[in-house]
């Protein structure tokens, strides 16, 4: 089966008669194929068309509003797969609009209030040839990454919101996408709603990132917010978390930084062209945070917040995720809630910040949707070209840490990041009571 088309035609009188002629007919005959990608070069306009979608620079207006129309008359076809909270979200997200709509749900239950197609078959949607973008909020690493390998070996464009898929799979996917010929994007899968991901690839095409760091996980900085403020418990905190749909199924990779590490790993990758390591990075959670921390924090000015930092200085690569003291009127410190704030810094345009909801169904399904937009506007398959395989180096990381270890408290003078975890190991693997936080300088 021809995989692409290539039309070209120099002379732009041909190009009208070409486009006025015949084109609703070409046109509509290529909807009907899978991984249709035509690209018209006439001599004054470029026409891209694909899977039905026109993106277009074209100086022949007439022509550009043929394309509009034409657009609108074949929606993107999408298939969901999850209806969780952002499932759900999205879908309403997608109510109404005359580019995109969902066509089927891959739902293990019946859903008689949907009036799309809804089944627990996935052979079924790769096989539906109308389906051009594959939408996966499941979350967790299988079935998913079955269902997405299959929807790319099909021609099916993915988005996704499964930030431990994409960076348990990163190579991988990101080769198959490539070979396959199409859009796989993950803007949900770090930040929630804030569109940090395609924001970072932008800037990394301009400018050297030398550092990316935040607040990535909504559901620790809701608790950490609602700690610090009115004293309420941890245990409880966790539950309205959970209640309200921040936290994942399993609170553990929120609770203990692995969800934030997991963001990291993605931002990392995108700004430095890299691929690094997620078992590399080190992590400390807040699951052994105390009441009394709070106390002492509070008599040095400093709120908590658990925050991510990738920094690239002469080829080598730091990470790593602990919770840190910010001055209590700093803007990290500021940010409360499920609120997100992260930050990457150009060598010469300086430093960035990104703020907005960092969880919760709407922010997220907004992401999807956004991403799903981009696919079918045109958007290069992935956010990077090319990555290289990185060890992460800590060894130039430095900083001071607050540490807890049994009933001792002490503020470090500067130690290096890796230095503090070691410190707080021994207390750490004997399920002793330990918590550890940098302290970031003023
Ligand atoms: N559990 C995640 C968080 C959801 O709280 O940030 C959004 O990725």
Redesign the pocket.
Known sequence: VARALIVHIKNTSAFRFFSFAISKYFFDCLLHFDNAHVILFPSKSQVFFYRGHFRANCTNRPYLADLQRERQAHPMNIALLGFGTVGKAFYELTLGRSDLRVTSVLSRRPRPELPCTVTNDFDEIVRDRSVGIVVEVMGGLEPAYRYICAAMRAGKHVVT?N?QLVCAHYDELLELARECGVSLRCT???G?GIPWLTSLSRAARLDEITAVGGI???????MLSAMTASGVDYTTCLRE?QALG???ADPT??VEGY??RR?LVLSANLAFGASVREEEILCFGISSVEEKDFTAWRELGRVCKLFVRAERHEGRISAFVCPTLFPAASPVAQTNG?G?LVTLRGARFGELSFSGA??GGYP?GSSVLSDCVDVIEGCPSFYVSRHEAKHIDNSAAAGRFYLRTGSETVCTGPITVAEAFARAEPARSCGEPVFLARIEEE
């Not at 990535?216 to 809701?222: D, H």
């Open positions: 919101a930030k949900a899968a770090a929630g990535l996980n909504g559901t620790t900085n809701y978390a921040y936290a994942e990779a929120d969800d934030a963001k499920t997100n960092g969880a997220t």
